[in-house]
């Protein structure tokens, strides 16, 4: 055969992401507060963007986005329809003025409406002094000076944030080069620290440290607190052997020490509790359910047109095109923005149809919801559902809920009527836990045949798996914690 050069004309397909989908896939999988942080980014790098406060209503030409889009979920009202329909008027939202709470987007909101007319106590938002080393070096610099500083604050370095030392002292001394016994009497001293309890290496030596603080450590204490295990074995009448007790002398030492703090370190120690910015609102009208974007935490951008004719006057070719650049950049941002609200909102709003029976009667009445059947309703793909329910969270009158929580697993009734969440399930079965008296602890083969009872097919080690992941021991833990409780 011979060779030669020769051209060939093929023809293939292929999917492309461009930066643009790239850019809008990663802004709907953004909650409010990191989407906040992008656009200010956006912001400085652009400067044909401006950001009008949320309350402005002096609409014109240079407007490049609309309000927070609001949807209306009932019966009579598709959701498509009312995405598509002028939401946001105060006929669709349906507001009573006497009868309606509203909500609120942040704490100035909340300025001027308590009947006192008090202002913010911004003292309730201080964060605390410090952390648990910052706390315990105050103190080092106290009580030691000299070579006995310098070992503390080795000391101190190594305790963790519930208050334990974790490292060996002779392998310690051996490394900073210092006598064994001075390292001993550091850390007695660390252990006179406030919180007390701090420094101890096991949770014995913690109960001890705490047990001698408030006097109380005699040799039936010291006894007992040698032997937690049978404590937590609920073995009392070894004990009482053991510690040379009568029983109302054991029921006062177990009240002592149920007052002792396990983990004297956390008050100071780990990272403060992050407040969470709901990313929608939902509540109930006359005509069915709102969902509300929380426009609250979010500027509203504009496109300045105005500013760009006046710099794109006079302006070279190079600097004409860098201008149009930014241009199409802020019209693509804005135009992104409008419709990851509008995603957001139709997905919210189809999660509320199908779990209508939460928002009105609780979790007992939760259903089982899946990412594809949300996906099928509203005529997108399951990926991009599960970007938007990633990391955003929803508020309405039983509190705040991450979009992911409505979505559960199923559990089939034993009468054929559908079945019910999972999430409802667990509910019942916490409440038949706290509900359950000392004498007659509740086993998971008697709290599968009750829900059985009651129309759920469920089995024991379901049962098991969902007590464990609501953090409930087992019928023997519990029996002996009620036991400990008196």
């Not at 060779?3 to 790239?22: A, E, F």
């Not at 334990?164 to 490394?175: F, G, I, V």
């Not at 014995?204 to 074995?233: F, N, S, W």
Request: hydrophobic share 40%.
């Amino acid at each position: 055969m011979a060779l030669g050069p020769r051209l060939d004309l093929r023809q293939s397909q292929s999917l492309v992401m461009t930066p643009q989908l790239q850019q809008a896939i990663k802004l709907l999988a953004l909650s409010n507060l990191e989407l906040e942080a992008y656009l200010a980014e956006a912001l400085e790098g652009n400067p044909l963007l401006d950001a009008s406060p949320a309350d402005r209503d002096d609409g014109g030409p240079d407007e490049g986005g609309d309000d927070a889009p609001v949807a209306a979920v009932s019966g009579e009202t598709d959701t498509d329809q009312a995405l598509s329909s002028d939401a946001g008027t105060a006929d669709d939202l349906d507001v009573d003025f006497g009868e309606e709470r509203f909500h609120h987007d942040s704490a100035s909101d909340s300025v001027g409406l308590s009947g006192a007319g008090e202002d913010i106590d911004f003292d309730s938002f201080a964060e605390h002094d410090g952390t648990l080393h910052d706390h315990l070096m105050a103190q080092v610099g106290e009580r030691f000076d000299g070579i006995e500083a310098i070992v503390a604050g080795q000391l101190v370095a190594l305790i963790d944030e519930a208050g334990y030392l974790r490292a060996d002292l002779a392998e310690l001394a051996s490394q900073l080069g210092v006598p064994l016994v001075l390292l001993e009497e550091v850390l007695a001293g660390i252990q006179l620290f406030d919180p007390s309890g701090v420094g101890a290496r096991d949770l014995a030596e913690c109960i001890a440290i705490q047990a001698r603080e408030a006097d109380r450590y005699d040799p039936a204490m010291a006894t007992m607190i040698a032997h937690l295990d049978l404590v937590a074995k609920g073995a009392f009448p070894q004990l009482k052997r053991i510690c040379g007790v009568d029983d109302e002398d054991l029921a006062d030492m177990i009240r002592e020490l149920r007052g002792y703090d396990p983990k004297p370190g956390l008050k100071y120690g780990g990272e403060g509790a992050q407040a969470v910015v709901p990313d929608l609102y939902v509540r109930q009208t006359a005509k069915g359910w709102a969902v509300e974007v929380n426009s609250g935490t979010l500027p509203r951008l504009l496109v300045n047109r105005r500013y760009y004719t006046e710099l794109a006057q006079g302006a070279a070719a190079k600097s004409k095109a860098w201008l149009s650049e930014q241009l199409a950049g802020a019209n693509w941002l804005v135009r992104a923005l409008d419709q990851r609200q509008r995603t957001i909102v139709k997905v919210a709003s189809a999660i509320v149809k199908q779990q209508e029976g939460f928002f009105l009667h609780g979790v007992a009445h939760m259903r089982p919801l899946t990412l594809r059947q949300v996906a099928e309703e509203i005529g997108m793909h399951e990926s991009t559902v599960s970007r938007v329910t990633s990391n955003k969270y929803l508020s309405c009158a039983r509190g705040l809920f991450e979009l992911k929580y409505f979505f559960s697993s199923g559990i089939s009734a034993t009468e054929g009527d559908g079945a019910v969440s999972a999430e409802a399930v667990k509910s019942r079965i916490k409440a038949m836990i706290e509900a359950e008296d000392a004498k007659a602890i509740l086993s998971d083969e008697t709290i599968a045949q009750k829900l059985s009872a009651e129309g759920h097919d469920i089995a024991r080690r379901t049962v098991v798996k969902y007590r464990e992941a609501m953090g409930y021991g087992s019928s023997v833990q519990r029996r002996r914690q009620k036991a400990l409780a008196g």
